[in-house]
């Protein structure tokens, strides 16, 4: 399983996108065609509002990305009691459940990748870290996208 640790805010906004492992590795140097998962975590990134992965720079930005299946984020830039929106989105076919854990604080959200929707909900942190998870029966056949941000 893999898991990813965001960076600082102040270093890099940029989401690290996930990769699956597989059997064959490509190398580093040439450009590999996107894989069906890569398209679908574009799809996915589309569905959310006001996100472009390159253009991270507004004031409210804590982080972003795509999540392997199963998998999660961690942000450990955050501090306890930080207010933040969380927003999801899958693409593919089945459900998602995204789920956001911080100290004692916990809330799950489960997305229909078939829907053009998105789940979004205020988040307070518990503790000095946030992980955004995601989890899905249908692990190959889904592509995932979440943003989070301070609230307004």
Do not use: W
């Not at 804590?62 to 392997?68: D, E, W």
């Not at 503790?127 to 995601?134: F, V």
């Amino acid at each position: 399983m893999t898991t990813a640790c965001s960076g600082s805010p102040a270093t890099s906004k940029t989401p690290q996108p996930q990769k699956t492992p597989s059997s064959t590795a490509a190398p580093t140097a040439q450009a590999a065609p996107r894989s069906a998962r890569e398209r679908l975590d574009e799809k996915a990134r589309d569905l959310l509002t006001g996100t472009d992965p390159l253009d991270a720079d507004d004031e409210g930005f804590v982080s972003s990305g795509s999540l392997a299946i199963p998998g999660q984020n961690v942000d450990e830039t955050v501090k306890s009691g930080t207010v933040l929106r969380v927003e999801v989105a899958c693409a593919g076919e089945g459900t998602v459940t995204f789920t956001a854990v911080s100290g004692t604080a916990e809330k799950a959200v489960r997305v229909d990748c078939a829907q053009s929707t998105t789940g979004r909900f205020d988040f307070t942190t518990a503790g000095p870290s946030l992980t955004i998870q995601a989890d899905s029966p249908a692990a190959e056949k889904v592509g995932t996208a979440y943003v989070v941000r301070h609230t307004t």
